[in-house]
């Protein structure tokens, strides 16, 4: 069974900064690309950014200059580090990890269960 667990949520206020981490367990054959990714109130989940296991980044617009994604291979765990941030940066955040399990022959995407960030103006 694989779990990501988040952390790291909570409020701050606008400018302040925060840093969300998410750590995969299990039985984790490979580890493909970890992401976040997050969803504000009656919005569509949307990415935020994306590390791939050799270390290929991809931000979304919206938040390029302000975030870095960062990721340890042997904790399997991915970062999120939002500097400056922004009332329209609440979201709820999910990690989500393409991962290959032992016996299967494809990857497949797994996601955490979210994690709350709420900035105030």
């Known amino acids: 069974q694989v779990q990501l667990v988040e952390s790291g949520g909570g409020l701050v206020q606008a400018g302040e900064s925060l840093r969300l981490s998410c750590a995969a367990s299990?039985?984790?054959?490979?580890?493909?690309?970890m992401g976040w990714y997050r969803q504000a109130p009656g919005k569509q989940r949307e990415l935020v950014a994306v590390?791939?296991?050799?270390?290929?980044?991809d931000y979304a617009d919206s938040v390029k200059g302000r975030v870095t994604i960062s990721r340890d291979n042997v904790k399997n765990t991915v970062y999120l580090q939002m500097n400056s941030l922004k009332p329209e940066d609440t979201a709820v955040y999910y990690c989500?990890?393409?991962?290959?399990?032992?016996?299967?022959?494809?990857?497949?995407?797994?996601w955490g269960q979210g994690t709350q960030v709420t900035v105030s103006s």
């Open positions: 299990g039985s984790i054959f490979r580890l493909n690309t």
């Open positions: 989500n990890a393409e991962l290959k399990v032992p016996g299967m022959a494809v990857a497949y995407n797994y």
């Open positions: 590390i791939t296991s050799g270390g290929r980044i």
